[in-house]
């Protein structure tokens, strides 16, 4: 049995061991092969998933956007394999990752222009397919921002037809457009600027309204691929040198800039056309208010850096250019004729035309949006241009006038000037300058109504010889002095209120008269107790009856007040 075992061993042992070679080349080829098909299902796209990502005929669909995001995870984790000492497989395999994706691109490229040539922003139909697409594509920003250019071009014709038709009432086609036109509605140059301003602002709104659910809704996402794509070797280029990280809001102000850009050169030619054949000064401030109004209004929308905003500032500046221009001929047109002070000593004709032009400019800036912004400054400076030369000029035609004449000229032109400005809180300053001169001129009045009391009651010389109290010359005082100063006083009194007041007529503030007159009178009735204090004086220390000056003198202060009241 031994020896039958041992030759059956000795025939078999060699098929055992060649069965033994079989086994472990077969768990190494399993091996192998199970390898191979990790590396493939990890690292390779099929036949089906290349004609996804590839072929022009499949859609643009969730499929395609996953097989493009699985191509990307494949090149990225070949960065895996080139670790090894062969890296011919992983060069391979990314060459070809690579090529898919890059055919990828180019169809989800042109499949977006398709689209952008299709959209409706008037109704918009704007799925999530669309906002995937633009997204994926922002990781390559050389065709994402070809993308925006054709868009922008599309968009900036649309518009710029769309315009035409509101002003024109005709379409680009010849068709007549649904609405009745600017040109035909808007009577005059003010409500025709104001339209077309209203149109572009109205459609800058809407377009931003619109691409914002383009570009914002995945703003994130957005601005994440267009920084990845710069910091690509390859797609450095793009940002021109510039290392700036992508603003999503500032790149959708900037489209929306671009699309209203054709709308916004018509925009100009016909504004620009308004203001430079217009011929009212005031026509033209209330133009140059209602673009800066605008100006604001798309500072907010777009921002400080859109083209559109330094057009409707270019426009605000010719239109005060404008104003001044015409401004500075009407004052020379008024210094051209000779001009007189009316007949009542009140506001000459040009001064009352340029109060109402002023008036006119102050209602306009206060209800511009633009005065929420400031503090009076813009209409001071413009006051300055507009109403000072006229306030010079009238002031300078009372130069040879003497007082109280010429007091009573330059308040009743100050106080009118006072009065237009106190119409508003932003010319408060130069209302308070005004009354400050008033009030110089009303002392002057008031000496002047003082000294017609003294000369018409003919106790001047003596009330002067006693000031100042402590260098009165009392000598100057005498019985005779008395007794004529008596009479004139008796004679002068009864009507000395109202012919105070008669001097003062032509001064158009009945309020300030009086106050200028009661003042005066005061002051006289204070030096007239001054005088009666002397004579009592005098006569306290006189024993001679004959020559008491209270027997000539016999009024008092009491009195005097009594008659003045």
């Known amino acids: 049995m031994k020896s039958q075992v041992a030759t059956a061993h000795g025939e078999t042992e060699q098929i055992l061991t060649e069965a033994s070679v079989l086994l472990e080349k077969r768990q190494d080829i399993e091996r192998r092969q199970h390898l191979v098909q990790s590396l493939r299902d990890r690292f390779v796209l099929s036949e089906a998933e290349e004609l996804t990502l590839t072929s022009t005929v499949e859609p643009v669909d969730d499929n395609f956007f996953a097989v493009l995001a699985r191509a990307k995870k494949i090149n990225r984790e070949c960065e895996v394999l080139l670790g090894f000492e062969h890296q011919t497989l992983a060069s ?10 890059g055919l990828g691109y180019q169809k989800l490229y042109k499949w977006v222009q398709r689209e952008f040539k299709q959209l409706d922003l008037e109704n918009p139909q704007m799925d999530a397919t669309m906002r995937k697409a633009l997204t994926v594509l922002a990781a390559r920003p050389s065709l994402f921002q070809s993308c925006l ?14 315009f035409f038709g509101a002003l024109t009432g005709s379409n680009a ?5 649904a609405v009745k036109p600017i040109d035909l509605i808007a009577h005059d140059a003010l409500r025709y600027v104001g339209d077309m301003l209203a149109w572009v602002h109205s459609a800058a709104v809407s377009e931003r309204e619109v691409l914002e ?6 703003g994130e996402e957005l601005a994440q691929g267009i920084n990845s794509g710069r910091d690509a070797d390859l797609w450095r280029i793009v940002s021109d040198g510039e290392n700036e990280e992508f603003n999503t809001l500032s790149a959708l102000n900037n489209l929306v800039d671009r699309d209203i850009s054709g709308a916004a050169r018509i925009l100009r030619q016909r504004v620009e056309q ?3 054949s217009n011929e009212d000064s005031i026509l033209a401030y209330k133009l140059a208010n209602l673009v800066r109004f605008y100006s604001v209004m798309l500072l907010r929308l777009l921002g400080p850096d859109c083209s559109l905003l330094q057009l409707v500032t270019s426009l605000e500046k010719e239109a ?4 001044r221009t ?13 001009q007189h002070i009316p007949s009542d000593f009140g506001p000459p004709v040009f001064l009352q035309a340029a109060l109402k032009q002023i008036e006119d400019m102050i209602e306009t800036y206060e209800s511009s949006l633009s005065t929420s912004a400031g503090d009076g400054d813009g209409i001071n400076h413009v006051l300055v241009e507009a109403i000072d030369p006229f306030i010079l000029d009238s002031e300078a035609l009372c130069k040879s006038m003497s007082s109280p004449l010429k007091s009573i000229y330059l308040i009743n032109c100050r106080s009118a000037v006072a009065k237009c400005f106190k119409r508003s809180d932003m010319t408060g300053e130069r209302e308070r300058q005004l009354q400050s001169s008033i009030k110089d001129e009303a002392v002057a009045l008031t000496d002047s109504q003082l000294k017609f009391f003294l000369d018409g009651s003919g106790l001047s010389d003596m009330i002067a010889a006693l000031k100042p ?31 105070a007041l008669e001097r003062l007529s032509a001064l158009q503030d009945s309020s300030l008269t009086r106050v200028i007159t009661e003042s005066a009178a005061e002051q006289f009735c204070m030096d007239f107790e001054l005088l009666e204090k002397h004579i009592d004086l005098v006569d306290a220390t006189n024993d001679d009856e004959n020559s008491n000056l209270r027997n000539v003198f016999p009024r008092t202060a009491s009195e005097i007040r009594v008659l003045l009241s």
Request: glycine content about 2%; hydrophobic content about 45%.
């Open 320 to 323: 005060m250019r404008q104003f």
């Open 213 to 218: 659910v383009l570009f914002v809704v995945d």
């Open 469 to 499: 109290p402590g260098h009165s010359d009392t000598t100057f005082i005498t019985v005779s002095k008395l007794s004529t100063a008596s009479s004139e006083l008796d004679q002068f009194l009864p009507s000395a209120y109202l012919d």
């Open 92 to 101: 391979e395999i990314m060459e070809k990752a690579s090529k898919n994706i």
């Open 326 to 338: 015409l401004l500075r001929e009407q004052i020379a047109a008024v210094r051209a004729e000779p």
């Open 274 to 276: 308004v203001i430079q």
């Open 149 to 162: 250019d054709f868009f922008a071009e599309a968009r900036q014709r649309i518009l710029s037809d769309a």
């Open 173 to 177: 086609d010849g068709n007549a457009a």
